[in-house]
């Protein structure tokens, strides 16, 4: 089984959201459809089933690796370069 090799480098605690919904999506005119917390530094971008996938962007020109969905009731963290949940 893969395992994350990013986890152990997130700050502690993690960072607070630095929005309250993904500023490129309220910037473009599009509406997020699930909200993503990068958590590494606290940007919030939309899903890849939102249409411009702010999230994903996000971590292609920062190279943070580990986002956390920011939905209520959902915990699940994602490693954008292993590929695996965290």
Same mark, same amino acid.
Request: hydrophobic content about 35%.
């Given at each position: 089984?893969?395992? +994350?090799?990013? *986890?152990?480098?997130? @700050? ?5 959201? !630095?929005?309250?919904?993904? $500023?490129? +999506?309220?910037? *473009?005119?599009?509406? @997020? ?5 990068? !958590?590494?530094?606290?940007? $919030?971008? +939309? ?40």
């Amino acid at each position: 089984m893969k395992q +994350c090799t990013h *986890a152990d480098a997130l @700050p502690h605690p993690a960072p607070e959201p !630095l929005s309250e919904t993904c $500023l490129e +999506c309220l910037a *473009a005119g599009t509406d @997020p459809v699930h909200l993503r917390l990068c !958590l590494e530094c606290g940007h $919030l971008g +939309c899903c890849d089933s939102s249409p411009l996938r702010h999230a994903t962007e996000h971590f292609k020109e920062s190279g943070h690796a580990i986002m956390r969905s920011f939905e209520p009731g959902e915990s699940w963290r994602w490693c954008f370069v292993d590929h695996v949940l965290v």
